[in-house]
């Protein structure tokens, strides 16, 4: 029988987590032809979480933890869940029941259908904040656009995936994750589904509109190098109009002599250049940062107990 892993991590999820165990335990209750197991990945929450999963555990043999020694958020969650599953197949899951469990059926079948990955889109955002959805849907755009990778709106961390593709992820590890890129680049055939957007059924969203911007940076610069281009570009741009402006100057200079007024047009240059001087400091500051910290080669998770067998930890070497 094959063996299907459900991933899930959890950040202080105490208020909503026995909603999603009853759950998702009934939807595999209803399923015969598979066998499950659980990997919750506790995220370093500072509630009782981890509590809670030990009960879990020790009532069921087919549910296994994995706690953090702090929280390294949900890209590295889902990184060691991935590196310690051991079934055909492995499905991730939010906790909170915005990816709804029932889907693991559609995703199965899928899966039987000869597909490598079947990847569950929220077909709205209703639900979510208006400025959040605006900013979302921009970000798509761009990163689609200047990123060699394609990356669906909508498309989440909610996709079951086989054997082969889950060693294609995990191979790739880089300490800087964004999934949803990782989970394009790596290609495989995937089917897509469409869900119906939910709210969270109790708790709070762990994404701050802060920690989002900050994620969408993330996503462009990790899988696509046009801003750097972008900065070449306006310096090439800037340094062929400044030499025409320089011949002008000068054959103005020749013809009619020296001219002292010019404040306004020295300052507006100064700050000008100046501006996409710093500009371009930045992007380049932006990718260098990047390469320090996968230079460094940290692990991108680290356990601080778990009933795995043989937990496997991200020390590299
Ligand atoms: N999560 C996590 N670590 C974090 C933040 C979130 O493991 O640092 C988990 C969280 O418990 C949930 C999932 O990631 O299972 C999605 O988080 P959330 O619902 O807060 O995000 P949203 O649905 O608002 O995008
Ligand atoms: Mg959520």
């Given at each position: 029988m094959k063996k299907v892993d459900i991933i899930v991590p959890c950040f202080n999820e105490n208020q909503v987590l026995e909603l999603f165990f009853n759950e998702a335990y009934k939807v595999i209750s209803g399923i015969n032809d598979y066998s499950f197991e659980f990997i919750f990945?506790?995220?370093?929450?500072?509630?009782n979480t981890v509590d809670i999963l030990k009960g879990y555990a020790k009532k069921y043999d087919f549910v296994k933890y994995i706690s953090f020694s702090r929280n390294f958020g949900k890209e590295s969650a889902m990184y060691a869940g991935l590196k310690n599953s051991t079934g055909d197949f492995a499905v991730m899951l939010d906790?909170?029941?915005?990816?709804?469990?029932?889907?693991i059926l559609d995703m199965l079948k899928a899966m039987e259908e000869g597909y490598d990955c079947c990847s569950a889109n929220r077909a709205t955002r209703d639900g979510d904040p208006k400025l959040r959805t605006f900013f979302t849907r921009r970000f798509y755009r761009l990163v689609n656009r200047i990123s060699e990778v394609d990356m669906p709106d909508?498309?989440?961390?909610?996709r079951m995936m086989n054997r082969k593709m889950i060693n294609a992820v995990i191979a790739m590890?880089?300490?800087?994750?964004f999934s949803k890129g990782i989970f394009s680049w790596v290609g495989f055939k995937t089917k897509w589904i469409k869900f119906e957007n939910v709210e969270r059924a109790a708790g709070e969203t762990k994404w701050s509109f802060w920690k989002l911007f900050k994620y969408a940076l993330d996503g462009i610069t990790a899988f696509s190098t046009a801003p750097l281009k972008l900065a070449s570009v306006l310096g090439i741009f800037i340094s062929f109009s400044s030499f025409v402006y320089l011949i002008y100057i000068v054959a103005k200079t020749i013809i009619s002599g020296v001219d002292l007024p010019g404040y306004a047009s020295i300052i507006t240059l100064i700050l000008f250049v100046g501006g996409i001087t710093i500009f371009s400091c930045g992007i380049l500051g932006e990718y260098v940062a990047k390469i320090y910290m996968e230079v460094k080669n940290r692990p991108i998770y680290i356990i601080r107990?778990?009933?795995?067998?043989n937990e496997k930890n991200d020390y590299k070497k």
């Amino acid at each position: 029988m094959k063996k299907v892993d459900i991933i899930v991590p959890c950040f202080n999820e105490n208020q909503v987590l026995e909603l999603f165990f009853n759950e998702a335990y009934k939807v595999i209750s209803g399923i015969n032809d598979y066998s499950f197991e659980f990997i919750f990945v506790d995220d370093g929450s500072s509630d009782n979480t981890v509590d809670i999963l030990k009960g879990y555990a020790k009532k069921y043999d087919f549910v296994k933890y994995i706690s953090f020694s702090r929280n390294f958020g949900k890209e590295s969650a889902m990184y060691a869940g991935l590196k310690n599953s051991t079934g055909d197949f492995a499905v991730m899951l939010d906790s909170d029941l915005q990816h709804p469990p029932k889907l693991i059926l559609d995703m199965l079948k899928a899966m039987e259908e000869g597909y490598d990955c079947c990847s569950a889109n929220r077909a709205t955002r209703d639900g979510d904040p208006k400025l959040r959805t605006f900013f979302t849907r921009r970000f798509y755009r761009l990163v689609n656009r200047i990123s060699e990778v394609d990356m669906p709106d909508g498309a989440g961390d909610f996709r079951m995936m086989n054997r082969k593709m889950i060693n294609a992820v995990i191979a790739m590890s880089e300490v800087q994750r964004f999934s949803k890129g990782i989970f394009s680049w790596v290609g495989f055939k995937t089917k897509w589904i469409k869900f119906e957007n939910v709210e969270r059924a109790a708790g709070e969203t762990k994404w701050s509109f802060w920690k989002l911007f900050k994620y969408a940076l993330d996503g462009i610069t990790a899988f696509s190098t046009a801003p750097l281009k972008l900065a070449s570009v306006l310096g090439i741009f800037i340094s062929f109009s400044s030499f025409v402006y320089l011949i002008y100057i000068v054959a103005k200079t020749i013809i009619s002599g020296v001219d002292l007024p010019g404040y306004a047009s020295i300052i507006t240059l100064i700050l000008f250049v100046g501006g996409i001087t710093i500009f371009s400091c930045g992007i380049l500051g932006e990718y260098v940062a990047k390469i320090y910290m996968e230079v460094k080669n940290r692990p991108i998770y680290i356990i601080r107990e778990s009933n795995l067998e043989n937990e496997k930890n991200d020390y590299k070497k």
